[in-house]
Nanobody, 128 residues
Framework: QVQLVESGGGLVQAGGSLRLSCAAH????????MGWFRQAPGKEREWVGA????????DYDDSVKGRFTISRDIAKNTVYLQMDSLKPEDTAVYYC?????????????????????WGQGTQVTVSS
């Protein structure tokens, strides 16, 4: 059984940066695409971006493209979400998730049901 543990959230001013980490415990995640989602109060969980198992391809929602960067360190079993030029509308709980399909290939899954292992979430608050 694998567990995903996020860290790195916090309070930051608009225009600032944060880096979130998502560490996988229990088994290696090297064959799985990984995604990041976020959920603001009163809103549905929305896709932020994803990275392929190899780390060679990333995809992003238009709302974060050019500001957020996803990377992964396979040796450390960790995925990262670097968030720059943060805006108040980026305020949300951020979740990492593991694709439910092993070696799915370079396809970005943008819906929550495409993932079957989730972290506990980490709060990101951006003040104006």
């Amino acid at each position: 059984q694998v567990q995903l543990v996020e860290s790195g959230g916090g309070l930051v001013q608009a225009g600032g940066s944060l880096r979130l980490s998502c560490a996988a415990h229990g088994r290696a995640f090297s064959g799985y695409n990984m995604g990041w989602f976020r959920q603001a109060p009163g809103k549905e969980r929305e896709w932020v971006g994803a990275i392929t198992a190899s780390g060679m391809r990333t995809d992003y929602d238009d709302s974060v493209k050019g500001r957020f960067t996803i990377s992964r360190d396979i040796a450390k079993n960790t995925v990262y979400l670097q968030m720059d030029s943060l805006k108040p509308e980026d305020t949300a709980v951020y979740y990492c998730a593991m694709d439910r399909i092993f070696k799915r290939g370079p396809i970005a899954i943008t819906i929550p049901m495409g993932y079957d292992v989730w972290g506990q979430g980490t709060q990101v608050t951006v003040s104006s």
